[in-house]
């Protein structure tokens, strides 16, 4: 058990059939990455981020935790957004959330699942800060559905708020910042229309003066 054989041979049928429809793949990609798109997205094993929007290796640089969450202490999801506009300067970053999401339905809940307690109590404030229209919603699979929609619009205002790309803007640089949600059950990706592509956008308590 100590190698995964089934993982290698899936490997190799892999790579050997891209390589079989572009026999230059693999070379041109280990040259350069080129990635217009940053997607941040739940760790969640159904929701792989190249495979649901039908790309390739190269095409997307890629982020996920477990909810979806942009903290602004993070340093590993920081990391990543900087790269990613600084360096290589990708034009859209994608929050993607998904609907039955298990870590916010876990911080909906009272139980305690450990040290992942400490990361879902961000989604917890998402919840206080919404808490008056999902208090009125009865169904609980209804209620978890919105909270995972907030999360994500919640989210890209973090994305928003971040030095990184509040300079960008300032910079002139071309960049928007999305929200989207997919359900598992029928592989559908919904745009939830919250866009941001300027520092005119978002809430002066969060402006940055840049020098
Ligand atoms: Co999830």
């Known amino acids: 058990m ?12 892999w790579a050997k059939k891209i390589k079989e429809t572009d026999p230059d793949f693999f ?6 990455q080129n990635p217009e798109y940053l997607w941040i997205g739940c760790s969640d094993s159904r929701v792989p981020s190249n495979q649901i929007v039908g790309m ?11 909810a979806n969450v942009v903290i602004h202490t993070d340093l590993n999801c920081l990391s990543v957004i900087q790269f990613a506009v600084e360096v290589l300067k990708v034009k ?24 992942i307690d400490t990361w879902l109590r961000h989604i917890k404030d998402v919840y206080r800060y919404h808490q008056d229209k999902l208090d009125a ?8 559905n919105l909270l995972c929609e907030l999360n994500v619009i ?21 960049l928007s910042v999305h929200g989207w949600i997919y359900s598992i059950e029928d592989g559908i990706l919904k745009d939830l229309d919250v866009c941001v592509d300027g520092v005119h956008e978002i809430s002066d308590t969060y402006k940055v003066k840049l020098p």
């Open 56 to 66: 390739m290796p190269g095409e997307i640089f890629v982020h996920r935790n477990i």
């Open 137 to 144: 919603i009865e169904d609980e699979q209804e209620k978890l």
């Open 92 to 115: 859209h970053i994608i929050v993607c959330g998904h609907y039955g999401c298990g870590g916010i339905k876990a911080a909906m809940g009272k139980e305690s699942y450990g040290l």
């Open 2 to 13: 100590r190698i995964l054989k089934n993982l290698f041979d899936s490997n190799r049928k």
């Open 154 to 174: 919640e989210q890209v205002a973090n994305v928003c708020h971040t030095s990184i790309v509040q300079k960008a803007w300032e910079s002139g640089q071309e």
């Open 27 to 32: 070379a041109k990609l280990s040259r350069q």
